[in-house]
């Protein structure tokens, strides 16, 4: 029993820890905003929820980033979304556009407008 429970909270600690490191990323909100303004507000919008001016041509839409499904993601996930793209979707990859620092202010400008919501 007592070997069960070391094994639990191992894992419990293991996976804290990482969630915990990824929501600790920090980075520039004003300069995330003059980046969101050139390359995301035309899809995301100005309120961040999908509905940019050119949303309404896409096949899929851009994701409301003031849903709870997206502000209960964790940083680490959006680095990856915001470095990567999202398969079969209009949502590319920014890795080879912006520097790791620059994707990280994006990443908190969205936090400012849209912060973590914890799943409960």
Known sequence: MIRYALVATTVFVVFSASWGIAQMLSGNPKHGAK????????CHGEKLDGRGPEAQYLKVMP????STSSRTKSDWELLIIL??????????GFRDVLTEQDIKDVLSFIRVEAPFRAVS
């Open 63 to 66: 994701a409301d980033l003031q």
């Open 83 to 92: 470095a990567h793209g999202v398969m079969y979707t209009p949502m590319h």
């Open 35 to 42: 980046i969101y303004q050139q390359l995301c507000l035309r």
